[in-house]
């Protein structure tokens, strides 16, 4: 009888570690699942994103050329003496309006910019013609393009110098 005992036990224990074992593999499993499932949904929602930016971004405001009728060396354009007038004109996509800033060159000056034209009809190019007289230049130009979209914007700039006749800088 208590070899019956025994072995009913025995075989009770190897039932219970059986059970055990299987619910442990459900578990393995399950997580693999839910773990698999999770990085399918990050990978879907990660290719979601981007097919959203990639969109988005052929609506985004975009400047693709700014040019003057200025002389152009290096990064500086030159308003050489006695011209007082330049044109500013500009590429631009998915564009309402545009902005044209002059700036003094320097640090923490964009607060102290003055608004010199803006441009809210592209159907003939974008593009405004300033007179500004007989200033001396150092200057920069910013350019302001407000997207279509109502929530983007693009800006480039140029950097100005005044010349005088002979050829050299004017300060």
């Not at 773990?35 to 969109?55: L, P, V, W």
Request: aromatic share 8%.
């Amino acid at each position: 009888m208590q070899k019956n005992a025994i072995v009913v036990c025995f075989l009770f224990g190897i039932l219970f570690l059986s059970a055990c074992n299987i619910e442990v593999e459900n578990q393995q499993e399950e997580n693999v699942d839910a773990s698999t499932n999770q990085e399918e949904n990050q990978r879907e929602e990660s290719i979601k994103a981007t097919i959203n930016q990639t969109e988005n971004r052929d609506y985004e405001a975009r400047i693709l050329k700014v040019d003057t009728d200025l002389e152009k060396e290096h990064v500086w354009h030159f308003v050489p003496e006695g011209v007082s007038t330049m044109t500013i004109s500009v590429e631009a996509e998915n564009v309402e309006t545009i902005l044209f800033w002059v700036t003094e060159t320097g640090t923490g000056t964009w607060a102290e910019r003055t608004l010199i034209g803006y441009d809210i009809d592209g159907s003939d190019g974008w593009s405004i013609t300033w007179e500004f007289g007989d200033r001396i230049f150092l200057d920069y130009i910013t350019i302001q393009a407000l997207g279509n979209d109502g929530a983007t914007q693009a800006t480039e700039s140029i950097n100005l110098r005044s010349r005088s006749a002979d050829g050299t800088d004017r300060e």
